[in-house]
């Protein structure tokens, strides 16, 4: 049995096109649905836009400078659909396409494999003013010109394909994550929510058979946002309340990756609820005949769950969000009355966003996964959200962090060490970048950009604390952790 990391393992870390590149509007490249909400959220709670972000547009060659002094074998990063295509479709943006084979062409110069996401959250916004992005299938067809033309573009020098982004996400924060009009916003429209899934499983299966047709020992995955859920206490209702979380937050979207079905008993409740997607003829089959051949893993937390009895006194609700960076300012927990409520784990420390952190889940869900699906992963992300500080001698002193990913770099050890196939740890985040709801405040970077909410400054790079550790683990093949 292995007793450490494989030989090839690769180390790096991951960023997303909308949250580091900036040049918003440069080059030909038209907004994305995330260039108006971050827009929106600057003027609702003065967070960063996505207009310069951490700059990388102008800076990659720097920062894959500063990948490779870290020791990085790979690097995992999205493409921005509205880069290549500024109208989603049609003519492709020649100085856009440019970006990204340079991008491409200098990592691998230096020895970093890229591991490309199709899609990160960032539908173009000439196809939300079409016909209202992701809330239409006609999305499905648009995504696989896109797709067709990026995986034959780099077929030679891309092997690794994470396909779309955290479709789990997507469902709980669906406003965050996809630009969704206010008067649907009310709750009678929360099938949407899960139509929007289905339309992206569609068009991440087309992804997968993309890949598997084009690229010469190419493979393909979804990258999945994904928390192991424990029960609130030995109570057997709990207990319960735990199998019914998992099938609704979690199953549901691995058994289509790996099984290409809806998980039951998540289906059964959501007809019963008037939420399921409507399907038609041939979905399935498409599903099913393009499966994963591995799960890129995002966790940052893991959650609790407790019963919730259905008597009228509540109602579904979704996950809550903590905006102000306060510890307990979370709005509330997702609510399936009958089925499941999502609750505090009163055993674990959290994040000043409320995010309970546990390397112990790490190592539970790797080993979860890998038993019931028995298919490689990968953490493609996984990291503290924290207030840095920069020292009037430019430094970051960021133990916290450091604290953080040794308790997972570890766990994912034991998993391999109990015979998990894991292929690389690409944590969040290279550079400090736009969070997805908190601004730039909010770190998660080995490199600090030299950036405020209000003023993007000159977006320099500093090399933090975690930077020099994360040197020595990637040099001693996570063997030298201290
Ligand atoms: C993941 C996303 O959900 O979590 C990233 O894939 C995101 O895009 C990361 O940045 C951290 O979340 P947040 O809200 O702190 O940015």
Known sequence: MRKSFPDHFLWGASTSAYQVEGAAYEDGKKASQQDIINKDSYQTFGFATAEVASDQYHHFKEDIALMKEMGFTAYRFSIAWSRVFPDGVGEVNEKGIQYYRDLIDELIRNGIEPIVTLYHYDCPWALVEKYGGWLDRRIVKDFEYYARYIINEFKDKVKIWTTINEQSIIVQYWIQKCYIPEELLDGKHDQLRYQINHYMNLAQAIAVKLVHELVPGGIAGAPLGYSCIYPLTSRPEDVMAMQNAQALRNDYYTDIYFKGEYNKAAMIYLEEHGLAPKIEEGDMEL???????????????????????????????????????????????????????????????????????????????????????????????????????????????????????????????????????????????????????????????????????????????????SFYWYQKVISTNGEDLT
């Open 287 to 465: 599903i099913r005949e393009n499966l994963s051949d591995f799960l890129a893993i995002n966790y940052y937390a893991s959650e609790c769950a407790k019963w919730c009895p259905d008597d009228g006194t509540q109602q579904i609700r979704w996950s809550g969000v903590n905006r102000s960076g306060k510890k307990g300012d979370i709005d509330g927990f997702e609510t399936h009355p009958g089925f499941y409520q999502m609750c505090k784990n009163p055993e674990l420390d959290t994040t000043d966003w409320d995010w309970a952190i546990d390397p112990i889940g790490m190592e539970y869900l790797l080993r979860d996964l890998y038993n019931r699906y028995n298919k490689p992963l990968m953490i493609t992300e996984n990291g503290l959200g924290a207030y840095d500080v920069l020292t009037k001698d430019g430094q970051v002193h960021d133990d916290y962090r450091i604290d953080y990913l040794r308790g997972h770099i570890a766990a994912c050890k034991r998993a391999i060490d109990k015979g998990v196939e894991l292929l690389a740890y690409c944590p969040w985040s290279a550079v400090d970048l736009l969070s997805t709801s908190n601004g730039v405040k909010k770190r998660y970077g080995f490199i600090y950009i030299d950036r405020t909410d209000d003023d993007p400054k000159d977006c320099a790079r500093i090399r933090k604390d």
